[in-house]
């Protein structure tokens, strides 16, 4: 009797990003798989500024949350605009990407994907200059996130600091 | 190659559907999708998608009949919000084709049978609605539609069963009569007039106990909070006064009227209630949420009282819809604000108020309280030039309430506004409530704002809220979230712990061994007692004091600072927190350190509690101290509580999981030997397999008995508590002559209340103990009052 209506089933906000770790230590297969079971968050475009506490404020509003991972720029070791939240449910997770993923933290609309797991050395930016690598190349200037982009810095030391 | 993440112009979810292929290639996900998206936007008329679909259908069902009998059930079931679409979709496909039609009708009363068997009450409604809607579209016969109802109201005459199950079959036929009263009136008056008086004898009898337990608001101005039976049956008098002309229901079998009325009918066969199951699990009763009336839409068109049919219409579709879509915000919202009729109704105050009614529905929200504030979000986006307006009216008016709305509802209203505001920069006009400034800051306004801004502060950070602020809130702004040290301040070089805590701050910085601490905590000197023969072992409330106030100072940087120094010193302070009072002088000092950061303090008692170095009933007394009483009404002592109650519950059931697993493993594993045939060794291995899975069911037997027993004594604990503080208050008001109903009191009552309400499917285990040792007759009745409103929840 049950009869699920596959059109009325739809929950698209959960779905699986097309975005793929090219670090992830395992073959495509693996990684789909530990996606769709996986329990934690990559959670994008944060302020440098925001603090783990507000992150779990706000992440703690679909599902207990089990750890934060603050990431950071690999030299400088601060904060560089991203984050992994755990939660000890996948119910947890699931909810944060329907209800907060697309919402704002620190007055910035947040991205959340769903992340085959954390392993040590992925709290780290993969850009060149220890951030991350969306902060090499772009081209807006965003105060939150250290400034105009890292290769824009650099072709414009001196409208940097005549700039507001 | 992009190693970009993907593009930033997505909005959630909803971009990848525009990705993947939208026509789905099987013939019968073409019928599913074809019959669920009639009644959607389209360039035809509604009329001629219905056309043409019977079209379709009628041509398909030689091939494909009982996938599409089964499509239609399941939309009969899933989107009640869609009804009449559908039913008059049957209605034309039995016009064409009388045996088809005779078929869904038997599909569907084995369908309202298998509902009710597995406690789909909810659904079950639905159904039954379906089946009177098709009444007026000649598919059923009236006469067989009145008996059915005939019956359901006889459950009435049962006795020795509990109120809500009656309950339920009367609002059902009630709530079918919007649609199908004047039909049923028209055809058989004498007997409708019967079922009417028959119901209003039993409404007349009914308790009520449970409702003051249920109402948002205490109060019964503006509007009353009314019992939901009792609201329906004042709606469909009124409807019968009107001699059942109702004008709201979108009605598309009007339009096939000369096709529909010479169509054959069928009869329902007679359809006896299933008898009363003692696990059946009949709906709650509920108390009808409003917060609008035709005086608070300006202008446009009026919203219909609340006595009328169309409201509770109104209220039953919004609510279904959110049902039907509340996983996908986008296409929630965009369903909402394309309410079919919407141009009639003050649309955007019917959506608010449902929303609102939902998240302040007690016991529980039906869906999880974070939907509703991103729902309301995706609303604004949609209609930026209206939807903000109403939700700052509906904000204001709630906050002008707040004296007379229930604690739980309060708590809702904090977390929903605080969060909605830091979404749009935390702009509001907050020179508005200054009125709340002029009164005691424990009344219930000021401890509201208090309580928004502490919330808010935690979305952002002290400055901020100190800058959103006029000047005169400064004393509703929350404390900066700083570390108290006592061993920094001046005057600490007197104080007995200072030298060891300078000693041990060290050690801990140095990285020294548990055993090297240890010894060094020897040297505190234990307030406790004289002579210092003993060798540490029995509480000493400084030692705990000097070591747990350096280690969290030293890690009071962030969360995960101090969730790795509770975890690297686990331990010592497992040791340390030994007793009972070692646990509760624990979590003393906690406090004591993070006393201006609550959200601090939260979570280092969850990590306490999860790596058992203090155990739940330590924390329910500790909140509930002596020490702990000017904070009685905070927020966040109420919240660690219920984190408290959940972590407890989710552990009882996690270790009934496991032996339920067991359990069956050990059943299979029996199964395989009986069919594994004569082979000796697979015998004896299987054997052996059987007695491990024998005695770890018997260990986990005793983990499930000691956690259901540790739960017990957790409940049993915070009501001992709560019935001790309130006769004092109750004693102490009485001796006084002073009135009882201070904050304090509405408060603490309400937070008892809470506890009911919040765990009732746990509490419900242990109601007998309840009752033997707490909730007896000499109990105060205001108190008892409270246990006897929720027994009458499920009466």
Known sequence: MSAKLNALTSDSYIDVSQYRDQHFKGNRYDQEKLLKQSNTLYVGNLSFYTTE????????????????????????????????????????????????????????IIRTDWDAGFKEGRQYGRGKSGGQVRDEYRQDYDPARGGYGKLAQQHRPQEARNTF | MSRRRHSDENDGGQAHKRRRTSEPIEIEDRLESLICRVGEKSTSSLESNLEGLAGVLEADLPNYKNKILRILCAVARLLPEKLTVYTTLVGLLNARNYNFGGEFVEAMIRQLKETLKNNLYN????????????????????????????????????????????????????????????????????????????????????????????????????????????????????????????????????????????????????????????????????????????????????????????????????????????????????????????????????????????????????????????????????????????LAQATEMLYMRLDTMNTTCIDRLINWFSHHLSNFQFRWSWDDWSDCLAVDLDKPKPKFVKEVLEKSMRLSYHQRIVDIVPSTFSALIPAEPLFTYKYVEENAASLPGYPVSITVGNAIKNRASNEEILTILKEVPNPNQEDDDDEGESFNPLKIDVFLQTLLHLAAKSFSHSFSALG?????????????????????????????????????????????????AAVANWLFSQDMAHEFTRLFIWE????????????VQKIQKELEEAKDKLEKQQHKRRDSGDDEDMDKNSEDEEGQLE??????????????????????????RFIMLLTEHLVRCETGSVDISTPWYKNCIERLQQIFLMHHVTIQQYMGTLENLLFTAELDHHILAVYQQFCALQL
């Open chain 2, 123 to 390: 659904e079950a409604v639905y159904l039954v609605r379906f089946l009177s809607d098709l009444v007026n579209c000649h598919v059923i016969a009236a006469p067989s539609m009145v008996a059915m109802f005939e019956n359901f109201v006889s459950v009435t005459q049962e006795e020795d069963v509990p109120q809500v199950r009656s309950d339920w079959f009367v609002y059902v036929v009630l709530s079918c009569l919007p649609w199908v009263g004047k039909e049923l009136y028209e055809k058989k008056d004498v007997e409708m007039d019967r079922l009417l008086s028959q119901i209003e004898g039993y409404l007349k009898g009914r308790v009520k106990t449970h409702v003051p337990m249920l109402q948002v608001w205490t109060a019964e101005k503006p509007h009353p909070q009314e019992e939901y039976l009792d609201c329906l049956w004042a709606q469909i008098q009124k409807l019968k006064k009107d001699r059942w002309q109702e004008r709201h229901i979108l009605r598309p079998y009007i339009a096939f009227d000369s096709v529909l009325c010479e169509a054959l009918q069928h009869n329902l066969p007679p359809f006896t209630p299933p008898g009363h199951m003692p696990d059946a699990q009949y709906p709650m009763p509920r108390v009808v949420f409003r917060m609008f009336d035709y005086t608070d839409a300006p202008e446009g068109p009026v919203m219909p009282g609340s006595h009328s049919v169309e409201r509770f219409v109104i209220e039953e579709n919004l609510h279904c819809i959110i049902k039907t879509h509340w996983k996908e915000r986008k296409t929630c919202a965009a369903q909402l604000l394309s309410y079919p009729g919407k141009n009639k109704i003050p649309l955007n105050y019917h959506i608010v108020e449902v929303i609102f009614g939902e998240l302040f529905q007690l016991p529980i929200p039906p869906h999880i309280d974070v939907m509703y504030t991103t729902l309301l979000i995706e609303l604004c986006k949609l209609q930026p030039g209206s939807l903000p307006q109403v």
């Open chain 1, 53 to 108: 506490e507000q992150v779990h404020e706000l992440f703690s509003k679909s599902g207990d949350v089990k750890r934060i991972i603050i990431g950071l720029d690999k030299i400088k070791k601060t904060a560089c605009g991203f984050c992994f939240v755990e939660y000890y449910t996948r119910a947890g997770a699931e909810h944060a990407m329907r209800f907060i993923n697309g919402t704002r933290l620190d007055d910035r």
């Open chain 2, 695 to 720: 005695e770890q069911i018997e260990r986990l037997q005793e983990k499930v008995e000691s956690a259901q027993s540790e739960q017990k004594n957790l409940f049993l604990v915070i009501f001992q």
């Open chain 2, 640 to 651: 660690i509580l219920h984190s408290t109650i959940r972590k407890m519950n989710k552990h």
């Open chain 2, 568 to 616: 690297k010193f686990h331990e010592i302070l497992k040791t340390l927190a030994d007793s009972d009072e070692g646990k509760l002088h624990l979590l003393k000092v906690v406090y004591e350190v993070w006393r201006n950061h609550p959200q601090m303090i939260a979570v280092l008692v969850d990590k306490l509690i999860r790596t058992q170095i203090v155990d739940c």
